[in-house]
Structures are given as structure tokens and as C-alpha cells.
T-cell receptor, first 112, second 115 residues
Framework: DAKTTQPTSMDCAEGRAANLPCNHS???????VYWYRQIHSQGPQYIIH???NNETNEMASLIITEDRKSSTLILPHATLRDTAVYYC?????????????FGKGTKLSVIP | GAVVSQHPSWVICKSGTSVKIECRSL??????MFWYRQFPKQSLMLMAT?????????EQGVEKDKFLINHASLTLSTLTVTSAHPEDSSFYIC???????????FGPGTRLTVT
């Protein structure tokens, strides 16, 4: 699976949009971009994933650049409960490719 | 749907003893379960992958005789840390996948402290 690069930490004011970048310049054509987050002392929580089109769900939006070498996770209205470590993971989706490889992630702090 | 539980949520044991951690898929059948370990201020590291009814596949550097994994049913996998030492103190997290699905659903984690 391709390697990802994320900033170590970010701050965001409560109520504002949080934009978390991820670089995955070596991504292959059959690899998806997944985002998980981990609130302190809890298991990771799935947020969203995409292949090449932008995606949106009730939690967040995922914007993938046209060349697919980078993406941005957007939390439209960050709350204090969104304070967590956010992991961007690139992986092949398909039979036998279940493994998730977690990097260091971005520690997002939402500030009142 | 897709809820995964772990028991216990935290455990303290003495050095040299064994401790068992359970991972259950509550509302789906998990053909594959994964066990991760997370040390303080570090990321999750995959320890092993287990398929129901088969032997677990361990990642490089993980001692299979020390970390015993059993996945005897489609809703339960257990991780037994044998002869625990203080350096085994960590946050152990399991995840589960349905058959022919690449989505993983994570449990809440178990904090192990070995004294």
C-alpha cells in the first residue's frame, strides 16, 4: 500500500471548518483513500473513503485532487468532540487486501 | 450496525501471569479479525490477522507463542498474552470484517497494565 504524509498537528477554532491534508503521491490506480480518527483511549472510527471522486457523508467531505496525489478531509463545523488523531490511509480494496497500515496521523485540536 | 466490543476494557495483571482479551462482533459475522497494539503516543501496529477456523497470521516481530489468538467462532476472537511482562503493557485493539468485505470495524480497545 502507498505511503501517506500528514502534518503532525493542527488547531481549529470551534465552529469553523477543519481541513486536514494528506499527501499520497505514490498512490496506485486501484488504491482507495481512507480516513479514520481515534479519540483519546478509544478504538479508531471510520470516517469516509474514496477512489477519485469527491465524497460526502454525515461526518465529513473528502476532496481528492485530479491526479490523486493528495486529498483533504473536511469537517465542516468542527466541535470539541472532533478533537482526535486523524489517520489518512491508502489501501487496495478487494479480496485479500483487508490490512490497514496506520501512520502517525494528524492530531487535530479543536479550540473553544 | 457493525458493532465490535472488547472485554475487559482495562486489566491490571502481575508479571508472569496470563491475561485473555475478548473481541466480539455483536451484530454481524466476522470472518476476519485483526489485533493491533498501540503504545503511548504511537500509532496502531498490526499484530496478527485471524480468519475463523484457521490459525492466525502474525506480523513480523510478533511472538506467536506469547500472543495466542483464537478465532473459533464467527463472532468471537480472543487474544491471550502469556507470561506477561511490564513491556507488554499497551492498548490492545481489535477490528473485524465481514466475509468478502474490506471494511474494518474497530472495538473500543483494552488497556493492559502489567505490574
Amino acid at each position: 500500500d502507498a505511503k501517506t504524509t500528514q502534518p503532525t498537528s493542527m488547531d481549529c477554532a470551534e465552529g469553523r471548518a477543519a481541513n486536514l491534508p494528506c499527501n499520497h503521491s505514490t498512490i496506485s490506480g486501484n488504491e482507495y483513500v481512507y480516513w479514520y480518527r481515534q479519540i483519546h483511549s478509544q478504538g479508531p472510527q471510520y470516517i469516509i473513503h474514496g477512489l477519485k471522486n469527491n465524497e460526502t457523508n454525515e461526518m465529513a467531505s473528502l476532496i481528492i485532487t485530479e491526479d490523486r496525489k493528495s486529498s483533504t478531509l473536511i469537517l465542516p463545523h468542527a466541535t470539541l468532540r472532533d478533537t482526535a488523531v486523524y489517520y489518512c490511509i491508502v489501501r487496495v480494496a478487494g479480496a485479500g487486501s483487508y490490512q490497514l497500515t496506520f501512520g502517525k496521523g494528524t492530531k487535530l485540536s479543536v479550540i473553544p | 450496525g457493525a458493532v465490535v466490543s472488547q472485554h475487559p476494557s482495562w486489566v491490571i495483571c502481575k508479571s508472569g501471569t496470563s491475561v485473555k482479551i475478548e473481541c466480539r462482533s455483536l451484530d454481524f459475522q466476522a470472518t476476519t479479525m485483526f489485533w493491533y497494539r498501540q503504545f503511548p503516543k504511537q500509532s496502531l501496529m498490526l499484530m496478527a490477522t485471524s480468519n475463523e477456523g484457521s490459525k492466525a497470521t502474525y506480523e513480523q516481530g510478533v511472538e506467536k507463542d506469547k500472543f495466542l489468538i483464537n478465532h473459533a467462532s464467527l463472532t468471537l476472537s480472543t487474544l491471550t498474552v502469556t507470561s506477561a511482562h511490564p513491556e507488554d503493557s499497551s492498548f490492545y485493539i481489535c477490528s473485524a470484517s465481514r466475509e468478502n468485505s474490506y471494511e474494518q470495524y474497530f472495538g473500543p480497545g483494552t488497556r493492559l497494565t502489567v505490574t
